[in-house]
């Protein structure tokens, strides 16, 4: 065996689906991969005990347990492991229990090309990442919370007798965790080649009523702040920041380009901290340590995330949203917010909205706006010039939206 090869374990449920996608995976990677077939959970659990593996494939229906339950053992004893589960497309109950918990599901029948993007995109990560402790973390985040403010509106208005879906769609569309949760299950459903769905309105009406009746009550399931209350964390003033830059981005996309621009730096902007909230949600006890010393040493959370525990929340999210299946545009921009020359792409993208109204969102004018923004790397894109335009753009909208709000 060529130890420099990725090994990759596809366990066998009870149809023979899973050894036809094994055999047809490994005529299209060119013995890149080491491929190995278990025929059930147990050789499974016996491979990984001898083997580390880069990625594990299995079916949700296995002859002597469930492939949530091999996936989980991975979770715990194999981190960097990516986690895959294939599962029936009517088995809709079981696909919501595993959004967060799984790396990424996709739907029967699934093809070897489908499965090939997904592990690809995993590789693409590598080149942004510093250090191997992103993917450590985020392994052990399973649970991403929504506030209960939001499940309380939702529930509201799914429990009508004929629930209006412009009003759901509104309401998911501004809570991030819900939004994370439901592009990963359009995304992840999909077989053959990805849909890249990044639009939360467009992604609530591929769904039924009760699909997201599902993914609300489990977004519920995992809305627990108790451990950070004394952190000083807020979820609710995360949750606000969120929609804040969800917004600013829009705007200032929309002085740069289309209208499918303008979606996507609008999503990217409501994603671009879901890695804070899920790492203050699973791993609390690191969370507020880096907080404290952020305080402490006057420094920014991120660079204080990076020295406690050698990754950041943008690092960490971008990881969660790349392996959830969202589109590379989103990922990056919730990646590299912080450090958007990464990207090494010269033109205006979702990623240069979120970093400037990021900014923005934290910045009490323009001076203190541009000492926050990255200019460097503005100066490579030739648009320096733009940040005043963009500044005067957001404000005056939010001027505006005050007012209304005011008058109502």
Known sequence: ??????????????????ASIKLEFMGRNGGYWDVYLADSGLDALDYLAEYECHAVITDLRLEDMTGVQVLNQVARHQIRAQR???????????????????????????????????????QRLDTWLPSLNVQEIAGRLPKLPSPPSSYNELSAELDLPDPRREVVAELLSRDPAMTAKLLQL?????????????DPMAAFAGQGLD??????KLAHQYSHFNAVQNSGFSPLSLWEHSRRVSRLAGWIAGEEGDEELVRVSSTSGLLHDI?????????????????????????????????????????????????WGLP???????????????????????????????????????????????????DSLRMRHRLPHWWDVCRGREEVESAGTSAS
């Open 186 to 198: 359009v995304n992840s459903a999909a077989y053959g080649e990805p849909i890249d769905e990044c």
């Open 84 to 122: 895959v589960l294939l599962a029936d497309p009517g088995d809709i109950q079981s696909l919501l229990r595993c959004v967060g918990g799984v790396h990424q599901f996709l739907t029967k029948p699934c093809v070897a090309r489908r499965l090939e993007l997904v592990i690809d995109r995993m």
């Open 275 to 323: 890695g804070k909230v899920a790492i203050a949600a699973n791993l609390p006890r690191k969370f507020n340590e880096a907080q404290f010393h952020s305080r402490i040493n006057k420094i920014s959370v991120w660079e204080a995330e990076q020295q406690q525990f050698g990754a950041t929340h943008s690092e960490v999210g971008g990881w969660l949203m790349c392996v």
């Open 1 to 18: 065996m060529d130890h420099r090869k990725k090994r990759i374990l596809f366990v066998a449920g009870v149809t023979p689906e899973i």
């Open 211 to 216: 699909t997201i009746k599902g993914l609300v």
């Open 328 to 378: 590379i545009a989103v990922v990056e921009a919730v990646m590299l917010h912080h450090h958007p020359a990464r990207q090494n792409v010269r033109r205006f993208t979702p990623l240069t909205a979120v970093h400037l109204a990021n900014a923005f969102a934290q910045s009490s004018d323009l001076s203190d706006a541009a000492g926050r923004v990255d200019m460097n790397y503005l």
